[in-house]
């Protein structure tokens, strides 16, 4: 147990539809990112926040947004699902949002758009 | 740019073989760190380990050693007397060290690694 929660861990809608991930970090890591596992793609980066702030943006649709909250939990919002979209979804924490530091994924949510 | 190849895409292994996966990295950096993460068949990903590009020692962990070559830029795996328990995906993974902090990894496309009683 990586200490990094995601909830939830299955979620299945409908193309169009909107739906919220979300994150727990371990307890101290202040920076939390997002990435995306599809078929094709692979294992991309999405997102970083660190302490409540953006720091790095990777391959995010426009569709896709986050945020991470002063107790430090974050929220990845997913709209205007399409079928592509599915995919396992990862938060992972680290203590400094650095390359100094490790950083442990949460079990993920899978997300079906049928 | 920084890339990670992983040409085995996958592996099958009778229990008991030794077994190296293969990771080269590319990357204009000078200071830079190296992963491997394991995903079993339940889907979390595992940290295995991370190796900075200051530290050229070879690790060992158990039945697990890690074998990190700048000259070759390579950071293969290997799994002695393997088990079933091995089998999963393993991904390697590369972050850059920048004054701002923004390094996410980028990995590899993984090695599915299938280990046969």
């Known amino acids: 147990d990586s200490g990094v929660t995601q909830t939830p861990k299955h979620l299945i809608t409908a193309t169009g539809q909107r739906v919220t991930l979300r994150c727990s970090p371990r307890?101290?890591?202040?920076?939390v990112y997002w990435y995306q596992q599809s078929l094709d793609q692979g294992l991309q980066f999405l997102i970083q926040y660190y302490n409540g702030e953006e720091r790095a943006k990777g391959n995010i649709l426009e569709r896709f947004s986050a945020q991470q909250f002063p107790d430090l939990h974050s929220e990845l919002n997913l709209s205007s699902l399409e079928l592509g979209d599915s995919a396992l979804y990862f938060c992972a924490s680290s203590s400094e949002g650095d390359a100094t530091d490790t950083q442990y994924f949460g079990p993920g949510t899978r997300l079906t758009v049928l | 740019a920084q890339k990670v190849t992983q040409a085995q895409t996958e592996i099958s292994v009778v229990e008991k073989e030794d077994v190296t996966l293969d990771c080269v990295y590319e990357?204009?950096?000078?200071?830079?760190?190296l992963f491997w993460y394991k995903q079993p068949p339940s889907g979390e990903l595992v940290f295995l380990i991370r190796r900075n590009s200051f530290d050229e020692q070879n690790e060992i962990s158990g039945r697990y050693s890690w074998n990190f070559q700048k000259s070759t830029s390579s950071f293969n795996f290997t799994i002695t007397a393997s088990q079933v328990v091995d089998s999963a995906v393993y991904f390697c993974?590369?972050?850059?060290?920048?004054?701002?902090?923004?390094?996410?990894?980028?990995f590899g496309k993984g090695t599915r690694l299938s280990v046969i009683a």
């Open positions: 993974a590369l972050s850059e060290a920048r004054n701002s902090g923004n390094t996410p990894l980028v």
């Open positions: 307890s101290g890591d202040l920076s």
């Open positions: 990357t204009r950096d000078t200071t830079y760190y």
